[in-house]
C-alpha cells in the first residue's frame, strides 16, 4: 500500500451505534488531519495531529473522538452521531507542521447516519 | 481569521481549450502559501500546484498555471489544453507561512467544478 489509506470507504451507521474511522499513512510522515466534507459546506478541519499529539480541535463536538496510538495511524471513534454528521470524512497527512508543506489525502470515508 | 472565496460553483470547457477558476481570500498576513486541489470523483484529492506569497513569479506545472495577485488577493488558476482527465473539483486553499504551536490550518474554499466536454 502507497500513500493514505482509509477504511471504510463507506458506512451506514444508526444514531446509537459506536463505529471507528481509519486512516493509514505510508510516507513517513509526521503529521495527520481529520476534514470533513459536507455537501454546501468548504472542507472544514477537525483534528491536526503532530507526532502522535492533538495540537488541534477545532470546536469539534465530542461525539467525534480521533486516537493516533503512532505516526503511521489515524482513527476516528463515532458515537451516538446527528444526521447532520453524514458527510465524506477525509485524512491527511503532512511531513510536518509548517505551512509550505503539502498535505497528501486518502480517498475517504463516505459516512451516512440514519 | 482568514477566507477562501472560489465564485465559480462549476464551468464548462471544450477539450484541448482553455479554463480560468478564480480564487479570492482575505488575509492580514504577509506569508502564506497558496494551493490548488483537484478531487476527481474518486475522492482522492491531490495537489495540483502550490505558490509561495514570497515569490512574485506565478507557478507552473505543465499544463497547470496560476495568475497570483497579491495585492488583489487573487489566485486564480488556469487549465490549458484541458483533457478529460481534469474534470473535477478544484479547490482553493489558504495555508500561513508563520509557524504556530497548533500548526498551520489549511482554509479551502467552496469549490469549483470542472467540465469537459469532448
Known amino acids: 500500500e502507497t500513500g493514505v489509506t482509509q477504511t471504510p470507504r463507506h458506512l451506514v451507521m444508526g444514531m446509537t451505534n459506536k463505529k471507528s474511522l481509519k486512516c493509514e499513512q505510508h510516507l513517513g510522515h509526521n503529521a495527520m488531519y481529520w476534514y470533513k466534507q459536507s455537501a454546501k459546506k468548504p472542507l472544514e478541519l477537525m483534528f491536526v495531529?503532530?507526532?502522535?499529539?492533538?495540537?488541534e480541535n477545532n470546536s469539534v463536538p465530542s461525539r467525534f473522538s480521533p486516537e493516533c496510538p503512532n505516526s503511521s495511524h489515524l482513527f476516528l471513534h463515532l458515537h451516538t452521531l446527528q444526521p447532520e454528521d453524514s458527510a465524506l470524512y477525509l485524512c491527511?497527512?503532512?511531513?510536518?507542521?509548517?505551512?509550505?508543506?503539502?498535505?497528501?489525502f486518502g480517498p475517504g470515508t463516505r459516512l451516512t447516519v440514519t | 481569521a482568514q477566507t477562501v472565496t472560489q465564485s465559480q460553483p462549476e464551468m464548462s470547457v471544450q477539450e484541448a481549450e482553455t479554463v480560468t477558476l478564480s480564487c479570492t481570500y482575505d488575509?492580514?498576513?504577509?506569508?502564506?502559501?497558496l494551493f490548488w486541489y483537484k478531487q476527481p470523483p474518486s475522492r482522492q484529492m491531490i495537489l495540483v500546484i502550490r505558490q509561495e506569497a514570497y515569490k512574485q513569479q506565478n507557478a507552473t506545472e505543465n499544463r497547470f498555471s496560476v495568475n497570483f495577485q497579491k495585492a488583489a488577493k487573487s489566485f486564480s488558476l488556469k487549465i490549458s489544453d484541458s483533457q478529460l482527465g481534469d474534470a473535477a473539483m478544484y479547490f482553493c486553499a489558504y495555508r500561513s507561512a508563520v509557524i504556530k504551536a497548533a500548526g498551520n490550518k489549511l482554509t479551502f474554499g467552496g469549490g469549483t467544478r470542472v467540465l469537459v466536454k469532448p
Open positions: 488575509t492580514s498576513e504577509s506569508d502564506y502559501y
Open positions: 491527511a497527512s503532512s511531513p510536518g507542521l509548517a505551512g509550505g508543506y503539502e498535505q497528501y
Open positions: 495531529y503532530s507526532l502522535e499529539e492533538r495540537v
